[in-house]
């Protein structure tokens, strides 16, 4: 009796020192880490191991698919475009140049990049002798804009162009490439509140 249940204990230690140099074996195989059976069935855990490092596999490739690049790319098409409000409120002919020099850089640094940008630029108070067709001295730098750099569009204020008209006694018209606005100030905060970026040149 005694030599049977030594013999099976031999057996026993012989059957564990199998599944140790096997999970042993199949640690260095997958890099290193050790291999816990997750049956009894050796068949099984070997399919159990080769479907882990598919779906790893698959994981890896997936992760290398959203990249930053990648993810970038696709959004580009869909941003939206840059918005720029001047607002320039002083009958100064260096000041509605400046206005226009920094609207058309700005025109052109998006255009360079391929971007989308918007600019307004918006006149009140005496600013207004900007937009104003009888007294513009930046008329037909304004003129050549309008043709050459559609992104950039001038807003006057009426409530402006009303109390010069009442100042004046006469009409107070407003070049061709400008549209008449309600208020000056107004449009100014209606777009910032939409987000728009503000520069006072």
């Known amino acids: 009796m005694r030599v049977f249940q030594h013999t099976a204990r031999v057996a026993i230690i012989g059957a564990v020192t199998v599944l140790l140099a096997t999970s042993f074996a199949a640690a260095q195989q997958s890099g290193g880490r050790y291999w816990t059976p997750g049956t009894t ?3 099984v ?3 159990q191991i080769a479907e882990s490092k598919t779906l790893k596999h698959r994981a ?3 992760k290398r698919e959203r990249s930053p690049l990648s993810a970038n790319a696709r959004l580009q098409p869909d941003s ?3 918005r720029l409000i001047l607002q320039v409120n002083t009958n100064d002919p260096a000041a509605m140049n400046l206005a226009l020099n ?3 850089n700005v025109a052109q640094y998006y255009k360079d990049l391929g971007e989308k940008v918007k600019i307004e630029v918006v006149t009140f108070g005496p600013g207004l002798h900007m937009l104003r067709d009888d007294t513009s001295p930046v008329k037909s730098r304004i003129e050549e804009l309008a043709l050459s750099t559609p992104e950039i569009a001038f807003k ?4 402006t162009q009303e109390k010069m ?3 004046e006694k006469k009409d107070i ?3 061709r490439q400008a549209e008449v606005v309600k208020s000056g100030v107004v449009r100014v905060m209606e777009l910032q509140e939409k987000g728009w970026s503000y520069v006072k040149p």
């Not at 006057?156 to 409530?159: E, H, R, S, T, V």
């Open 156 to 159: 006057a204020c009426g409530n």
């Open 60 to 62: 890896a490739k997936q």
């Open 45 to 47: 855990d070997s399919k």
């Open 173 to 175: 018209p407003i070049i």
């Open 165 to 167: 008209h009442n100042a």
């Open 41 to 43: 069935n050796p068949a």
């Open 102 to 104: 920094n609207a058309t």
């Open 80 to 82: 939206k475009p840059h």
